[in-house]
């Protein structure tokens, strides 16, 4: 659960997504290099979500630190004849968190708003806190579709719970702002995010919105973070390229903690 020390009591988040980046070498000196970063950083909750076939050697070097690791994918399902998946059932003792719903998924993988929520049920039994994300394509928006997107993708992946788990976070995440090396303005930033919480407070009440975490994600960097954090209805950031450069990540996540973390 998140406990006080954010915005209105919310802790912040941070996540960093590496996709699909990193040798094992890579991967195992940029852990090395965030744990001696970010270990013990106050007030904040840090998450990195490295390909699966480094999650294991993540979650042995972060031992005993602050730092948490997540996967970026998982199935639903417990165990079975599914050939190339493992699921959050497998995950859980490697990984405390699990990405729900990226928009590469969703794209790239033709992952459904069905799946999403087997997902992130499969990841609440199996005792992880799923991150969904949500957001509308450049397309969507230009059509004037962007609360209606949100709001579609949000209910129907809550649609199992019948009421909100303090585990379960929401990125709002405009597909158009990813991967772009320009993130969208506080603003629209703002907007997004609001939306989420006006969402979680329809279907869940309002304290159940007021005490849920709300990030923002895309092109994050140490340069946007502060002022993306400093959003009255955001909580933190789900970083994708600035997370695979340590000091930057670093520089993100100090940004996001409550007085440099101090
Ligand atoms: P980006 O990715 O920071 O590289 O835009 C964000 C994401 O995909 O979560």
């Keep these: ?43 904040i909750d840090i998450v990195i979500f490295p390909p699966a ?15 948490r690791v997540g996967a970026q994918h998982a199935h639903w399902e417990r165990s079975g004849a599914f050939t190339g998946a493992v699921s959050a059932h497998q995950l859980a003792g490697v990984v405390d968190y699990v990405l729900v719903g990226h928009s590469e998924r969703r794209q790239l993988f033709h992952e459904c708003d069905r799946a999403t929520a087997r997902l992130l049920g499969a990841a609440l039994a199996a005792g992880l806190s799923p991150l969904l994300a949500v957001g509308e394509t450049a397309a969507e928006r ?10 579609r993708q949000l209910l129907a992946a809550l649609d199992g719970l019948q009421r909100l ?47 849920a975490r709300v990030l ?13 954090a400093a959003l009255p209805s955001g909580d933190g950031a789900l970083v994708g390229g600035a997370s695979l450069r340590a000091a930057e990540f670093a520089g993100i996540c100090r940004e996001v903690a409550p007085s440099g973390g101090g």
Excluded at 19 to 25: L, S
Excluded at 53 to 67: F, N, R, V
Excluded at 171 to 183: L, Q, T
Aim: charged residues 25%; glycine residues 14%; aromatic residues 4%.
């Design 1 to 43: 659960m998140p406990a006080a020390g954010g915005v209105q009591g919310r802790r912040p988040l941070v996540g960093g997504n590496w996709k699909m980046h990193t040798t094992r070498e890579e991967a195992r000196s940029l852990v090395r290099e965030l744990r001696s970063e970010l270990d013990g950083l106050e007030g």
């Design 53 to 67: 076939p480094w999650l294991a050697d993540a979650h042995d070097l972060l031992a005993g630190s602050t730092l």
């Design 142 to 151: 230009d059509r004037g579709e962007a609360e209606a997107v949100i709001e």
């Design 165 to 211: 788990d303090g585990r379960v976070a929401v990125a709002y995440e405009p597909v158009w702002a990813i991967g772009r090396g320009e993130s969208a303005t506080p603003s629209q930033a703002e907007e997004g995010c609001a939306t989420v919480r006006r969402i979680v407070a329809e279907r869940f009440g309002a304290d159940a919105a007021a005490r």
């Design 216 to 228: 923002y994600g895309g092109s994050v960097s140490a340069a946007t973070a502060g002022e993306l």
